[in-house]
Protein backbone atom coordinates (compact mmCIF):
# COMPACT_ATOMS: atom_id res chain seq x y z
CA UNK A 1 0.00 0.00 0.00
CA UNK A 2 1.78 3.39 -0.91
CA UNK A 3 2.64 6.03 1.90
CA UNK A 4 1.43 8.93 0.98
CA UNK A 5 3.39 12.23 1.69
CA UNK A 6 3.79 14.05 5.28
CA UNK A 7 0.73 16.79 5.51
CA UNK A 8 3.91 19.73 5.26
CA UNK A 9 5.37 17.81 2.49
CA UNK A 10 1.59 18.01 0.63
CA UNK A 11 1.80 21.85 1.60
CA UNK A 12 4.92 22.17 -0.14
CA UNK A 13 4.38 20.34 -2.83
CA UNK A 14 1.16 22.31 -3.55
CA UNK A 15 3.68 25.52 -3.64
CA UNK A 16 6.07 23.77 -6.10
CA UNK A 17 3.18 23.47 -8.52
CA UNK A 18 1.42 26.73 -7.68
CA UNK A 19 1.14 28.48 -11.01
CA UNK A 20 -0.82 31.41 -9.51
CA UNK A 21 2.66 32.71 -8.44
CA UNK A 22 4.63 32.94 -10.95
CA UNK A 23 3.48 36.28 -12.14
CA UNK A 24 5.12 37.66 -8.75
CA UNK A 25 8.16 35.43 -9.06
CA UNK A 26 8.25 36.93 -12.73
CA UNK A 27 7.96 40.69 -11.39
CA UNK A 28 10.59 40.23 -8.39
CA UNK A 29 13.15 38.51 -10.80
CA UNK A 30 12.98 41.47 -13.00
CA UNK A 31 13.96 43.71 -10.20
CA UNK A 32 16.40 41.67 -8.80
CA UNK A 33 17.97 41.62 -11.78
CA UNK A 34 17.90 45.07 -12.60
CA UNK A 35 19.21 45.90 -9.75
CA UNK A 36 22.15 42.95 -9.39
CA UNK A 37 23.00 43.95 -12.85
CA UNK A 38 26.95 44.16 -12.59
CA UNK A 39 28.45 40.49 -12.78
CA UNK A 40 30.98 41.49 -10.68
CA UNK A 41 28.04 42.11 -7.91
CA UNK A 42 26.35 38.98 -8.88
CA UNK A 43 29.74 36.78 -8.76
CA UNK A 44 30.30 38.04 -4.83
CA UNK A 45 27.04 37.90 -3.74
CA UNK A 46 27.28 34.03 -5.15
CA UNK A 47 29.74 33.39 -3.79
CA UNK A 48 32.40 32.07 -6.31
CA UNK A 49 35.02 34.12 -4.64
CA UNK A 50 34.35 31.67 -1.50
CA UNK A 51 34.24 28.55 -3.85
CA UNK A 52 30.49 28.09 -2.08
CA UNK A 53 27.24 29.41 -2.23
CA UNK A 54 27.56 32.71 0.59
CA UNK A 55 23.80 32.73 0.95
CA UNK A 56 23.83 29.48 3.65
CA UNK A 57 27.08 30.81 5.52
CA UNK A 58 25.29 34.28 6.49
CA UNK A 59 21.93 32.29 7.36
CA UNK A 60 24.00 31.16 10.75
CA UNK A 61 24.14 35.09 12.11
CA UNK A 62 20.20 36.06 12.17
CA UNK A 63 19.44 32.09 12.83
CA UNK A 64 21.90 32.19 15.69
CA UNK A 65 21.62 35.18 17.09
CA UNK A 66 17.71 35.07 16.93
CA UNK A 67 17.84 31.49 18.73
CA UNK A 68 20.38 32.76 20.96
CA UNK A 69 17.89 35.23 22.63
CA UNK A 70 14.47 33.23 22.46
CA UNK A 71 16.72 31.22 25.44
CA UNK A 72 17.78 34.30 27.13
CA UNK A 73 14.27 35.74 27.11
CA UNK A 74 13.29 32.68 29.57
CA UNK A 75 15.92 34.10 32.24
CA UNK A 76 15.59 36.97 34.17
CA UNK A 77 17.25 39.96 33.93
CA UNK A 78 18.22 39.50 30.46
CA UNK A 79 16.52 41.96 28.63
CA UNK A 80 19.71 44.12 27.39
CA UNK A 81 21.50 41.36 26.39
CA UNK A 82 18.28 39.39 24.12
CA UNK A 83 17.67 42.91 22.59
CA UNK A 84 21.38 43.44 21.25
CA UNK A 85 21.16 39.52 19.94
CA UNK A 86 17.91 40.23 18.32
CA UNK A 87 19.13 43.77 16.79
CA UNK A 88 22.01 41.95 15.78
CA UNK A 89 19.89 38.73 13.92
CA UNK A 90 17.95 42.17 11.94
CA UNK A 91 21.60 43.35 11.00
CA UNK A 92 22.77 39.85 9.95
CA UNK A 93 19.42 39.43 8.22
CA UNK A 94 20.02 42.01 5.66
CA UNK A 95 22.72 40.67 3.54
CA UNK A 96 21.91 37.20 4.01
CA UNK A 97 18.55 38.69 2.32
CA UNK A 98 20.24 40.09 -0.60
CA UNK A 99 22.62 37.12 -1.21
CA UNK A 100 19.63 34.69 -0.95
CA UNK A 101 17.80 36.54 -3.89
CA UNK A 102 20.91 36.72 -6.19
CA UNK A 103 20.74 33.04 -6.16
CA UNK A 104 17.25 32.77 -6.24
CA UNK A 105 16.83 34.47 -9.59
CA UNK A 106 19.01 32.14 -11.54
CA UNK A 107 16.78 29.16 -10.51
CA UNK A 108 13.98 26.90 -11.94
CA UNK A 109 10.46 28.46 -11.30
CA UNK A 110 9.46 25.43 -9.19
CA UNK A 111 12.17 26.19 -7.19
CA UNK A 112 11.21 30.03 -7.38
CA UNK A 113 7.85 29.64 -5.87
CA UNK A 114 8.73 27.94 -2.72
CA UNK A 115 11.98 30.39 -2.78
CA UNK A 116 9.32 33.73 -3.05
CA UNK A 117 7.47 31.51 -0.17
CA UNK A 118 10.78 31.21 1.89
CA UNK A 119 11.68 34.69 1.55
CA UNK A 120 8.19 35.82 2.70
CA UNK A 121 8.55 34.04 5.60
CA UNK A 122 11.83 35.38 6.57
CA UNK A 123 10.62 38.90 5.77
CA UNK A 124 7.77 38.42 8.21
CA UNK A 125 10.66 36.98 10.93
CA UNK A 126 12.29 40.41 10.51
CA UNK A 127 9.59 42.87 10.53
CA UNK A 128 8.25 40.88 14.05
CA UNK A 129 11.75 40.78 15.83
CA UNK A 130 12.00 44.62 14.30
CA UNK A 131 8.59 44.80 15.79
CA UNK A 132 9.94 43.04 19.26
CA UNK A 133 12.80 45.87 19.21
CA UNK A 134 10.73 48.80 19.12
CA UNK A 135 8.30 46.80 21.89
CA UNK A 136 11.18 46.30 24.23
CA UNK A 137 12.87 50.19 23.62
CA UNK A 138 9.26 51.13 25.09
CA UNK A 139 9.34 48.94 27.92
CA UNK A 140 6.41 46.42 26.99
CA UNK A 141 8.73 43.67 27.97
CA UNK A 142 6.12 41.08 27.10
CA UNK A 143 4.87 41.94 23.76
CA UNK A 144 8.45 42.54 23.35
CA UNK A 145 9.01 38.76 23.95
CA UNK A 146 5.74 37.76 22.29
CA UNK A 147 6.92 39.14 19.07
CA UNK A 148 10.49 37.52 18.87
CA UNK A 149 8.71 34.24 20.12
CA UNK A 150 6.28 34.50 16.68
CA UNK A 151 9.64 36.10 15.06
CA UNK A 152 11.46 32.48 15.74
CA UNK A 153 8.43 30.57 14.43
CA UNK A 154 7.93 32.45 11.14
CA UNK A 155 11.88 31.97 10.49
CA UNK A 156 12.01 28.25 11.27
CA UNK A 157 9.22 27.91 8.44
CA UNK A 158 11.62 29.73 6.23
CA UNK A 159 14.29 27.43 7.56
CA UNK A 160 12.21 24.30 6.73
CA UNK A 161 11.52 25.58 2.89
CA UNK A 162 15.25 26.62 2.48
CA UNK A 163 16.40 23.24 3.97
CA UNK A 164 13.48 22.17 1.31
CA UNK A 165 14.95 23.64 -2.02
CA UNK A 166 18.67 22.40 -0.77
CA UNK A 167 18.04 18.99 -0.25
CA UNK A 168 14.81 17.83 -2.28
CA UNK A 169 15.23 20.45 -5.02
CA UNK A 170 19.14 20.57 -4.70
CA UNK A 171 18.99 24.22 -5.63
CA UNK A 172 22.64 25.54 -4.63
CA UNK A 173 23.68 21.88 -5.16
CA UNK A 174 26.43 20.26 -7.21
CA UNK A 175 25.18 18.28 -9.94
CA UNK A 176 27.82 16.58 -11.11
CA UNK A 177 29.13 15.59 -7.69
CA UNK A 178 28.21 11.97 -8.87
CA UNK A 179 30.30 12.03 -11.90
CA UNK A 180 33.67 10.27 -9.98
CA UNK A 181 31.31 7.85 -8.97
CA UNK A 182 29.90 7.03 -12.59
CA UNK A 183 32.45 7.35 -14.91
CA UNK A 184 34.82 4.09 -15.30
CA UNK A 185 38.44 4.17 -14.23
CA UNK A 186 41.52 4.47 -16.33
CA UNK A 187 41.60 5.57 -20.11
CA UNK A 188 38.35 5.40 -22.33
CA UNK A 189 38.32 6.07 -25.35
CA UNK A 190 36.69 9.10 -27.02
CA UNK A 191 36.98 9.12 -30.46
CA UNK A 192 39.48 10.02 -33.46
CA UNK A 193 40.47 13.35 -32.81
CA UNK A 194 39.74 14.30 -36.81
CA UNK A 195 36.15 13.40 -36.40
CA UNK A 196 35.86 16.34 -33.28
CA UNK A 197 34.17 19.34 -34.83
CA UNK A 198 37.44 22.10 -34.31
CA UNK A 199 36.26 24.76 -32.35
CA UNK A 200 32.95 23.95 -31.41
CA UNK A 201 31.38 22.17 -28.39
CA UNK A 202 30.36 19.20 -28.56
CA UNK A 203 28.86 16.19 -26.79
CA UNK A 204 30.28 12.77 -26.43
CA UNK A 205 29.02 9.82 -24.11
CA UNK A 206 31.17 7.23 -22.38
CA UNK A 207 29.36 4.79 -20.13
CA UNK A 208 26.33 6.44 -20.21
CA UNK A 209 28.08 9.86 -18.96
CA UNK A 210 28.19 12.96 -21.00
CA UNK A 211 31.03 14.78 -21.73
CA UNK A 212 31.82 18.19 -22.83
CA UNK A 213 34.31 18.09 -25.85
CA UNK A 214 36.27 21.54 -26.85
CA UNK A 215 38.88 20.62 -29.89
CA UNK A 216 41.25 23.59 -30.85
CA UNK A 217 43.83 22.47 -33.31
CA UNK A 218 45.49 19.54 -31.90
CA UNK A 219 44.21 20.11 -28.41
CA UNK A 220 41.37 18.72 -26.74
CA UNK A 221 39.46 19.95 -23.51
CA UNK A 222 37.05 17.73 -21.74
CA UNK A 223 34.94 18.45 -19.15
CA UNK A 224 31.56 16.94 -17.61
CA UNK A 225 28.87 18.10 -19.79
CA UNK A 226 26.20 18.61 -17.16
CA UNK A 227 26.60 22.29 -15.54
CA UNK A 228 27.26 21.88 -11.81
CA UNK A 229 24.37 24.84 -11.20
CA UNK A 230 21.15 22.94 -12.30
CA UNK A 231 22.37 20.05 -15.17
CA UNK A 232 22.03 22.05 -17.98
CA UNK A 233 23.96 20.66 -21.03
CA UNK A 234 26.88 22.80 -21.26
CA UNK A 235 27.48 21.44 -25.25
CA UNK A 236 24.82 23.57 -26.03
CA UNK A 237 26.51 26.36 -24.24
CA UNK A 238 29.05 28.62 -26.31
CA UNK A 239 32.57 29.11 -26.26
CA UNK A 240 34.34 32.50 -25.45
CA UNK A 241 37.99 33.68 -24.17
CA UNK A 242 38.16 35.62 -20.87
CA UNK A 243 41.49 36.55 -19.87
CA UNK A 244 43.70 34.61 -22.25
CA UNK A 245 41.91 31.75 -21.12
CA UNK A 246 38.99 29.73 -23.32
CA UNK A 247 35.60 29.08 -21.25
CA UNK A 248 32.76 27.75 -22.15
CA UNK A 249 29.37 29.33 -21.25
CA UNK A 250 26.18 27.71 -19.62
CA UNK A 251 23.14 28.32 -21.74
CA UNK A 252 20.49 28.84 -19.37
CA UNK A 253 21.89 30.37 -16.60
CA UNK A 254 25.54 31.61 -17.93
CA UNK A 255 27.55 30.07 -15.47
CA UNK A 256 31.30 30.38 -17.10
CA UNK A 257 33.63 27.68 -16.28
CA UNK A 258 37.22 27.77 -17.37
CA UNK A 259 38.11 24.45 -20.14
CA UNK A 260 41.96 24.16 -19.10
CA UNK A 261 40.94 23.12 -15.00
CA UNK A 262 37.24 23.57 -14.95
CA UNK A 263 36.88 26.07 -12.44
CA UNK A 264 34.65 28.91 -12.32
CA UNK A 265 35.06 32.20 -13.94
CA UNK A 266 31.10 33.14 -13.29
CA UNK A 267 28.40 32.35 -11.52
CA UNK A 268 25.71 31.73 -10.45
CA UNK A 269 27.37 28.18 -10.26
CA UNK A 270 30.40 28.18 -7.19
CA UNK A 271 31.10 24.83 -8.35
CA UNK A 272 33.65 23.49 -10.75
CA UNK A 273 33.22 21.19 -13.88
CA UNK A 274 35.10 18.02 -13.29
CA UNK A 275 38.03 17.95 -16.07
CA UNK A 276 39.11 15.15 -17.48
CA UNK A 277 42.76 14.27 -18.26
CA UNK A 278 43.46 13.71 -22.17
CA UNK A 279 45.77 12.12 -24.46
CA UNK A 280 46.43 11.37 -28.14
CA UNK A 281 47.48 8.32 -29.11
CA UNK A 282 48.11 7.50 -33.24
CA UNK A 283 45.19 9.89 -33.77
CA UNK A 284 42.65 8.62 -30.92
CA UNK A 285 41.53 10.58 -28.68
CA UNK A 286 41.35 9.13 -24.76
CA UNK A 287 40.29 10.40 -21.06
CA UNK A 288 39.98 9.30 -17.94
CA UNK A 289 39.32 11.14 -14.40
CA UNK A 290 42.64 12.35 -12.54
CA UNK A 291 44.16 10.23 -10.54
CA UNK A 292 41.96 7.57 -11.91
Not at 11 to 25: H, S, T, Y
Not at 71 to 86: E, N, Q
Not at 114 to 123: D, I, Q, R
Not at 156 to 164: E, K, R, T
Request: aromatic share 4%.
Amino acid sequence: MPVSAAPVEQVVERIEQAGPLDPVVKAVRRIVTAALRPQSVRDALHGVWLGHPLHPVLTDVPIGAWSAAALLDVVPRTGPASATLIAAGCAGAVPTAVTGWADWSQLHPPQQRVGLVHAGANVLALGLYTASLVARARGRSLTGKALSYAGLGAVSVGGYLGGHLVFRQAAGANHTADTIDLFPSGWQPLGRLDDLPDGQPTKRTIDGVDVLVVRRGQHVDVLSNRCSHLSAPLSDGSFKVESGQGCIVCPWHGSTFRLADGAVVHGPTTSPQQLFETRIESGNVEIRLPGS
